[in-house]
């Protein structure tokens, strides 16, 4: 089992920046995809970036790329989002999820752990 903590979350005004973590404790994987979804009131969970941790491939959803970028340090067990540009539409729940494989994916379904979010507000 693994355990996944996020935080960073907080209030930004749009065009600002955060810096999103998800940390992971217990037994972790020696190798194993990360994601990271969000999740605004009323609407699905959408995909927002994911990374394998051992073969460093990225994916991002079309509505953050160019502005998110999904790193890790693997000394650290921590994987990051670094969220520029902000748009209130980016307001959400960000989680963090983990799967034993190596290559990533876009489905929640495919994902075996998760953070409990960090919420993100962007004011306009």
């Known amino acids: 089992q693994v355990q996944l903590v996020e935080s960073g979350g907080g209030l930004v005004q749009a065009g600002g920046s955060l810096r999103l973590s998800c940390a992971a404790s217990?037994?972790?994987?020696?190798?194993?995809?990360m994601g990271w979804f969000r999740q605004a009131p009323g609407k699905e969970r959408e995909f927002v970036a994911a990374?394998?941790?051992?073969?460093?491939?990225?994916y991002y959803a079309d509505s953050v790329k160019g502005r998110f970028t999904i790193s890790r340090d693997n000394a650290k067990n921590t994987v990051y989002l670094q969220m520029n540009s902000l748009k209130p539409e980016d307001t959400a729940v960000y989680y963090c999820a983990a799967v034993r494989t190596v290559l990533p994916g876009t489905s929640t379904e495919g994902y075996d752990y998760w953070g409990q979010g960090t919420q993100v507000t962007v004011s306009s």
């Open positions: 217990g037994r972790t994987f020696s190798s194993y995809a």
């Open positions: 990374i394998s941790w051992s073969g460093g491939s990225t």
